[in-house]
């Protein structure tokens, strides 16, 4: 009888190479899905913090304001623009002076006004989604991204995101754009197109009106709102008797084609109104 020489038979070896090419694999895929659950985390965290960021700045802009005695004073139709004014001096008798104040040199614009307003830069429409007409802030000739996958996770493909940035702009009393008085404060914020009008954007990524829409969610969760005491929305013709705050809701997004997914954080703030607006 043959004796058996030390070492492994091909066999052996074929299964243990079969054996750790599994193991590697294995490792291969926790090790991707580690990377790619780290890499959301870190998007998201960013995502949040930019919203902090921005609505403290958006608080600092709108502490102070006044929304009266000035044209078209407060919100947009659908709430995407909000228009103000600061106080920018004060007289000898203690009254106030509002207006516009240009920084660098700081140069006062009596009854100028401020304007804070989202504009799109990427439409990102669902198969099914609506398209939405231009204007002021879907601009015409944006570009036009349609995926055939749920972007807002609601189990439909019939929506349609706007991706943008918000912009502060200045203007004088006459309403012609101040040189050196447009500034960004944000990108990468959505809104969704309204199902039930197309020309109007609101901040409710996750609600369509379909059964399993996260209930905690405003129907319409707009851009910015004004308030009364109860946080009660106010009309522009009641506000000098009325506004107390400014709701902003910011949805900020990052959208990864290769991954399907829509990667979405929603930051909000109440800013309270220490100027009487009457």
Known sequence: MRKRTNGMTLVEIAVALAVLAILAAAILIVFSSFTRDTNNVTRANDLAARGRITLDQIRSELQFARFTAMPDGGVNADHTVIRYQRPIATLPNGQQVYGVLLNNPD???????????????????????????????????????????????DGDLGDT????????????????????????????????????????????????????????????DPLFLITDENDIEVANTSISTAARKVRVTLWHVNFDYRERALLRRRNQQFVKLDNPQS
């Open 107 to 153: 140069i006062p614009v009596p009854n100028g006004f401020y304007e804070l307003a989202f504009v799109g830069d990427l439409i990102l429409r669902e198969t099914a989604g609506p398209t939405p007409p231009a204007s002021a802030q879907v601009p015409a000739g944006i570009e036009t991204l349609t995926v055939d996958w749920d972007l807002n996770g």
């Open 161 to 220: 995101v706007i991706r943008g940035r918000l912009t502060r702009h200045a203007y004088d009393a006459a309403g012609i754009p101040l040189a050196g008085g447009t500034a960004g404060l944000d990108d990468y914020l959505a809104l969704r197109v309204r199902p039930d009008d197309l020309s109007c954007l609101d901040g409710a990524l996750e609600h369509d009106g379909t059964p399993g829409a996260p209930p905690n969610f405003l129907p319409l």
